[in-house]
């Protein structure tokens, strides 16, 4: 069975060496797995939601891990230049709508990585950016 991204977070950060961690990293390397760790960590990337949770009812759901891995390229509608026609009101019914499709472990993670943080130890600006410097300034 495939890991969500969260699952892969989870996992890389209980790894002790930072070698190892960077090694995890990039063998799970996936888009939705970039673009989450991407738009969490990159300050030039401005999410246009407002701060804090929004009110969704959590998924019940179980293996719904493989979600976030077909929903991740819908991800631009929510940052800055990614469709500036998208009135504000429904961009947020979208993000919505997301948290309650995925997985709820990969729905705090896109909660915390629209405020700009990622919620699990060990996973820093740093560690992505030695796994995939590509995708961060």
Known sequence: MKLGVAEILDKVSKEKSKNKRVQMLRENA???LKVVLQYALDPNIKWLLPEGKPPYRKND???LEHILFAEARRLYLFVEGGNPSLQSRRREQLFVELLEQ?????AELL???KDKQVPY????????KEAFPDILP
């Not at 995925?102 to 990969?106: A, H, L, Q, T, W």
């Not at 130890?121 to 992505?128: D, G, K, S």
Request: proline fraction near 14%; hydrophobic fraction near 40%.
């Open 30 to 32: 996936s888009f939705p």
């Open 61 to 63: 759901l179980t293996d």
């Open 102 to 106: 995925v997985d709820p472990n990969d």
């Open 111 to 113: 909660l915390a990585a």
């Open 121 to 128: 130890p060990y996973i820093t600006y740093n560690l992505v």
